[in-house]
């Protein structure tokens, strides 16, 4: 596919117009969303410690969530999503979703614990 890509992009114009554009098809960096969809944390003590699960929103080199678990301060855990196939006007009900269900898991697994 890249060769057939360059072949095409060389009847476009000059070596170096051809290389810009080839390297900006190629490139795995998305564009910045318009509006940048907002994080989420929440805090919640577990016996005498405090879980707290954070996730965020990056957009380089491709749109992603990271769900970042701490127990005591210290973390345990990171969950990675890829949301470079995700409509921008989704991105913040996936964020949602994403974190309400990581929250869910560990609530499970640890009334699971309790029995």
């Known amino acids: 596919m890249a060769q057939t890509l360059l072949s095409v992009l060389l009847k476009l114009g000059t ?4 290389d810009r554009l080839y390297r900006l098809l ?13 994080g989420r944390l929440d805090a919640f003590d577990v016996g005498p410690k405090k879980l707290t699960v954070q996730t965020e929103f990056f957009a380089n080199p491709n749109w992603r969530i990271e769900t970042k678990v701490y127990l005591a301060g210290a973390l345990k855990k990171v969950y990675t999503e890829d949301l470079s196939a995700t409509a921008e006007d989704a991105l913040q009900r996936t964020i949602d979703t994403f974190h309400k269900t990581k929250i869910d898991e560990i609530v499970a697994g640890l009334r699971k614990l309790q029995q």
């Open 26 to 38: 190629s490139s795995t960096d998305m564009p910045d969303p318009l509006h940048t969809p907002m």
């Open 15 to 18: 070596a170096e117009e051809t």
